[in-house]
């Protein structure tokens, strides 16, 4: 039976909030990501791998893993966003590296549109109107081009008869209007156990990226029969797949009724408003899960609802030698680095009583950032 690693590698477009989580549990860390922002490198050794679309190169990724891989001990794999579209990668990885997350054959599955709705019709699970071609011209519904592979909104944008369609893997969904939400939980192949419901936040990417992931509040409140039913996709999907490990399903809420829009099977951005009731991480638990033991240990909510929330550059920025970043961010990039228009500057963290103030302050702690780094730039 293969034991639990002592070292992990963690590869993700941003990795530091599966690399805090994962020192916390005691982990020595090697981190692949495309940012090795302030806190990353404070984290554990950082290898930086390129973009190319909306995930890691997974040439550079592959070599940078096996130059890794070089000592006798085992090592355990986790992975976050940016490898959905990099199944084969996964599939290949060098001893004595072992994968710590869900089958790559979940990965190609999610990434092919026509096996991926046929499941979800099958198993019941309520979803937007899917199709493969573009909707008929002059159909008055809001229709998304979804490109299969991106995380985070990216790849997702407006339909519009006569738009040109990606290379790529893609379909079409209907938009509804309404709540977005996510439930995060964890499971060991066979069982699951809820850990939050989230409301999602969406930042303003302009035209091409008007979907981007702005963040999140934890702790959302949703009347229970929706609740069940959310509950029970996700049993349904983990009955299906056998996932394991953090996995998270994102949701909307459209008039009085729930429709599922996307399984990320791996772990989310969302682990991060719960991290303060696990004295030992969520990766910790996140690795045993994989390794086939659901923790029997129970856990109950944070005292205060967390919310975090992405700052995007809004125009080219370099961050100013001399600046002074708060407590309350993270994915702090090193000075004098240049921040193209429209790449994440940094998060910023917030906690409160009540939802509503928690998404307040992290409004003003975002203007706060670019205020900053204003100021900086006027006096340069």
Known sequence: MWTEPAELFLAANSARAIAESAVRGGFRVQILDAFCDQDTQGLGSCTRVPMIGWGLDPVQLSAAIERLATGPSPVGLVYGAGLESSPDLLSALPEPVRLLGNAPAVLALLADPVRLFALLTQRAIPHPQTRL??????????????????????????????????????????????????VLFIADGTRLEVIGFNRLLVADGGVQRPFL???????????????QAVIGWAESLVEALGLRGLNNLDFILHQGRVYLLELNARPSATMSLYEGQCAEGWISRHVRACLGTLPAESWAPPAGICGQRLVYAPADLRIPMDLVWPAWCRDRSPAGTLVPRGAPLCTVLADGPAAGSVESLLAVRAQRMLDLIGEHETHE
């Open 133 to 182: 071609d573009p909707p008929p011209a002059g159909d008055a519904s809001p229709w998304l081009l979804k490109e299969c592979g991106g995380s985070g909104g990216l790849g997702v944008r407006l339909w519009r008869d006569g738009d040109p369609r990606p290379r790529g893997p893609h379909y079409f969904q209907q938009q509804l209007a309404g709540e977005l939400m996510s």
């Open 213 to 227: 992931y702005g963040g999140a509040i934890g702790q959302a409140t949703i009347a229970d029969p929706l609740r």
